[in-house]
């Protein structure tokens, strides 16, 4: 397996992309018994430093960089993390693309039988815990602890990673939780957040107020499910309502900012913190 840069100034299509980030053309699944690219985002200080770094694994991989191979409109996250690292806040991302006509199969644990799909979430979450990550790790400098591994994404995207938090504790340490697609498969993710055990880390949870009158009820349905689990809003959990926001890629990268720093700033500043007041002070003498 080659990492080559992306993109390929030689292409002739005219890219998005800022900053550095690199692609792999093809990974096998023996989970999925299918093969998909990767894109990975380093962070400005990666190629001048020996640092080690957060990693945020994100779903619908082809809609965060680049408009010329999204669906529609991109996230942005490559400029929203250039944008960051100028206040001291960089990760790695690891965008896994959907597979198009099995996107709703994997990215739900949980079968739906008005939409005829779900029920290989399970088995995606293992493709990134088992194949996806050690790849990574392998690979570049990260901070392969949970504290340090999030699971993000929007929709269907929101639905696994909210599953995956839960279901893989050991391996993700805070979600992102955008606009989740609460309904599907009959609801069936709250029977489960409900008896899952509590999982210590961070949850960023949202949703746009012209998503729906149903979206909203369920988004607040699953906040308040959270806090009566122990998660503490403002703490644990930060519970956000974007007033005349669609449900929209242009949304959620503008709303990727906020959650990164309440997901990962936070730890960061922390660290920073202790490796200041840990070094010798110099006499004033």
Not at 51 to 60: A, E, F, G, Q, T
Not at 177 to 199: K, Q
Not at 221 to 226: E, T
Request: charged share 25%; hydrophobic share 35%.
């Amino acid at each position: 397996m080659e990492w080559e840069d992306y993109p390929d100034a030689d292409d002739g299509v005219e890219h998005t992309v800022v900053g550095k980030v690199l692609r792999l053309p093809s990974l096998h699944s023996p989970q999925l018994a299918n093969r998909r690219e990767l894109f990975v985002y380093l962070p400005p200080s990666y190629a001048t430093s020996d640092r080690r770094y957060p990693v945020l694994y994100m779903h619908d991989g082809q809609n965060l960089f680049d408009r010329a191979i999204s669906f529609g409109e991109e996230w942005g996250v490559d400029r929203t993390m250039e944008e960051a690292s100028r206040h001291g806040l960089e990760a790695i991302v690891v965008a896994i693309p959907n597979t198009g006509d099995h996107r709703l199969d994997e990215y739900s644990p949980f079968r739906d039988s008005r939409r005829k799909g779900g029920g290989l979430g399970d088995r995606y979450l293992d493709f990134l815990v088992e194949t996806v990550k050690p790849v990574v790790d392998r690979t570049f400098r990260t901070l392969p602890g949970r504290a340090s591994t999030g699971i993000v994404g929007s929709s269907m995207g929101g639905l696994i990673s909210l599953y995956g938090y839960f279901r893989s504790a050991d391996v993700f340490g805070f979600a992102g939780v955008m606009s989740p697609a609460l309904w599907f498969g009959d609801r069936a993710i709250f029977d489960f957040v409900e008896a899952a055990p509590f999982a210590p880390g961070r949850i960023y949870l949202d949703v746009g107020t012209r998503e729906g009158s149903a979206a909203l009820v369920d988004v607040a349905r699953m906040r308040d499910l959270l806090v009566r689990k122990g998660y503490r809003p403002g703490r644990d959990m930060v519970y956000v309502v974007d007033e005349g926001a669609a449900h929209h890629e242009h949304a959620w990268g503008e709303r990727l900012g906020r959650a990164l720093e309440f997901l990962i700033g936070t730890r960061q500043r922390a660290r920073r913190a202790r490796r200041t007041t840990s070094r010798p002070q110099r006499s004033a003498g």
